[in-house]
């Protein structure tokens, strides 16, 4: 009868404790943020950092997410000057481009402006197209380039 009485009194003290500690319980496989109850081992994307609850209002770093994280920007450096990828320098007539980080390509000439010569002859003040003809004493020329004259054959005059 002993045993019995004890199991009577130990039987709503048991329930007690569990009722005391179920809360406690509950509340140690949650966490919360932002007024938001999460569960252990899930996971939040707060201002492109990723957290994951590990137990009771204890949150770990695990990492990035969302926004995309950006890198330093990339440049090209010549004479202390920085220069963006995709820009160009010229430097003693040679163009150079930067095409990556810290790295020049020669993409073709610059500097001055090449003068082309004329694209004509003169003959006594005149000018005259090139590949046009002229007829003087008797000999057809051609103007190949500029002010030379070949002489192609006869003409009458």
Same mark, same amino acid.
């Given at each position: 009868?002993?045993?019995?009485?004890?199991?009577?009194?130990?039987?709503?003290?048991?329930?007690?404790?569990?009722?005391?500690?179920?809360?406690?319980?509950?509340?140690?496989?949650?966490?919360?943020?932002?007024?938001?109850?999460?569960?252990?081992?899930?996971?939040?994307?707060?201002?492109?950092?990723?957290?994951?609850?590990?137990?009771?209002?204890?949150?770990?770093?695990?990492?990035?997410?969302?926004?995309?994280?950006? #890198?330093?920007? *990339?440049?090209?450096?010549?004479? !202390?000057? @920085?220069?963006?990828?995709?820009?160009?320098? &010229? $430097?003693? +007539?040679?163009?150079?481009?930067?095409?990556?980080? #810290?790295?020049? *390509?020669?993409?073709?000439?610059? !500097?001055? @402006?090449?003068?082309?010569?004329?694209?004509? &002859? $003169?003959? +006594?003040?005149?000018?005259?197209?090139?590949?046009?003809?002229?007829?003087?004493?008797?000999?057809?020329?051609?103007?190949?380039?500029?002010?030379?004259?070949?002489?192609?054959?006869?003409?009458?005059?």
């Amino acid at each position: 009868m002993r045993s019995w009485m004890i199991g009577m009194l130990a039987f709503p003290l048991l329930m007690a404790g569990l009722l005391l500690t179920a809360p406690e319980a509950e509340a140690a496989r949650f966490c919360r943020y932002g007024g938001r109850k999460y569960t252990v081992h899930s996971t939040r994307c707060t201002a492109g950092v990723k957290y994951r609850c590990v137990r009771k209002n204890h949150w770990k770093r695990i990492g990035s997410c969302g926004v995309r994280v950006v #890198k330093r920007s *990339r440049f090209c450096k010549y004479a !202390g000057a @920085r220069y963006a990828i995709h820009t160009t320098r &010229c $430097t003693g +007539r040679s163009l150079y481009r930067c095409v990556a980080h #810290k790295t020049w *390509r020669r993409i073709g000439n610059c !500097g001055p @402006r090449v003068v082309r010569p004329a694209r004509y &002859c $003169t003959y +006594r003040a005149r000018r005259y197209a090139i590949h046009s003809t002229r007829c003087t004493k008797g000999f057809q020329y051609r103007c190949m380039r500029h002010q030379h004259w070949k002489r192609i054959g006869r003409c009458r005059r």
